[in-house]
Structures are given as structure tokens and as C-alpha cells.
């Protein structure tokens, strides 16, 4: 099992930048494909970035953050973080981080093992 707590979310100005950190434990962190994803209200979860383990290190984000956010991990400290920079408010959303095993279909979230809480971010205009 893979417990995840997200940290780092909070209330921004347009503009402004976030780090968002995942803590891991369990399970053999350095092997997992680590992806962010978020869910606004009335919306379905979608996906942000991803990357994946067993040191390839292959970075997926979506189309929307693509320059302005980055992803990274520590396999030491088992820690996966987001870094958005230039945030806008309709990056307003929960932001969970996620796990899986393999490499495969990283940007669907039906294809994730565990899930953290998540971590609230708000943009305000």
C-alpha cells in the first residue's frame, strides 16, 4: 500500500506561483509513475502531469500548463512536487497526487492505484 498527502495548496493572486508537494510512503516510491491531476467544481478530475519511475524520469503535462507548471521528484525524500508558476484562475481546483505502478496511459485517472487527499488551490482574478 502507498499512502500520499499533498501539501502547499492555498489562495493566489493571477500571476502569482505555488509549490505543491506530495509526501509518499509505502510501497517502492522510486518504481511509481507519480502524476498531479485536478478537479474544479461541477467538473471531472483531469489530468495535469506526470512522471514516471525506475529512474527513466519522462515528464507528461497537459496542454493547459505546459510551460508554466514543472513536476519533479525526490526518490530519497519519496517526494513528488508541483511547481506552478504563473497561475491563473482557472487553475482553481483541488490538486491530488497519484500513484501507479506502471508507465502505460499516464494521463487517465482511472489508471491510477492510490490517491491522496488532496490540496486546495485558488487563483483569484
Known amino acids: 500500500q502507498v499512502q500520499l498527502v499533498e501539501s502547499g495548496g492555498g489562495l493566489v493572486q493571477a500571476g502569482d506561483s505555488l509549490r505543491l508537494s506530495c509526501a509518499a510512503s509505502g510501497g517502492t516510491f522510486r518504481t511509481y509513475t507519480m502524476g498531479w491531476f485536478r478537479q474544479a467544481p461541477g467538473k471531472e478530475r483531469e489530468f495535469v502531469a506526470a512522471?514516471?519511475?525506475?529512474?527513466?524520469?519522462?515528464?507528461y503535462y497537459a496542454d493547459d500548463v505546459k510551460g508554466r507548471f514543472t513536476v519533479s521528484r525526490d526518490s530519497a525524500k519519496k517526494m513528488v512536487n508541483l511547481q506552478m508558476n504563473n497561475l491563473k484562475p482557472e487553475d482553481t481546483a483541488v490538486y491530488y497526487c497519484?500513484?501507479?505502478?506502471?508507465?502505460?496511459?499516464?494521463?487517465?485517472?482511472?489508471?491510477?492505484?492510490?490517491w491522496g487527499q488532496g490540496t486546495q488551490v485558488t487563483v483569484s482574478s
Open positions: 497519484a500513484a501507479r505502478k506502471d508507465s502505460s496511459g499516464v494521463r487517465s485517472a482511472t489508471t491510477y492505484n492510490y
Open positions: 512522471i514516471t519511475g525506475s529512474s527513466s524520469n519522462v515528464y
